[in-house]
């Protein structure tokens, strides 16, 4: 059982930039695709980014393409999303998921979910 806790949430003015982090327990890390989820209120859950096992393989939603790259470290079981050039429309709670693949990753349909950390941006 993989247990996933994000960190990193904020508030932060448009324009701005934050890192987020997701620490994972429980399981053989380099083992799963890794990315990340956003809800906004009211709003379905939404494809942010995916990275493959080893990491050499990223994909990204068309609306955070160029403004926000996924990262990992196996070494430290952890996953990052540095997420610049934020907009008000960024606003959502933001969720890191793995799966067995990156494709599990795209479809939403990963194993293993985090609980979720909050990101406001201002205008």
């Known amino acids: 059982q993989v247990q996933l806790v994000e960190s990193g949430g904020g508030l932060v003015q448009a324009g701005g930039s934050l890192r987020l982090s997701c620490a994972a327990s429980?399981?053989?890390?380099?083992?799963?695709?890794m990315g990340w989820f956003r809800q906004a209120p009211g709003k379905e859950r939404e494809f942010a980014a995916a990275?493959?096992?080893?990491?050499?393989?990223?994909e990204y939603a068309n609306s955070v393409k160029g403004r926000f790259t996924i990262s990992r470290d196996n070494a430290k079981n952890t996953v990052y999303l540095q997420m610049n050039s934020l907009k008000p429309e960024d606003t959502a709670v933001y969720y890191c998921?793995?799966?067995?693949?990156?494709?599990?990753?795209?479809?939403?349909?990963?194993?293993?979910w985090g609980q979720g950390t909050q990101v406001t941006v201002s205008s």
């Open positions: 990275i493959s096992r080893g990491g050499s393989v990223t």
């Open positions: 998921v793995a799966a067995d693949w990156i494709l599990g990753v795209r479809s939403g349909t990963g194993d293993y």
């Open positions: 429980g399981g053989t890390f380099s083992r799963y695709a």
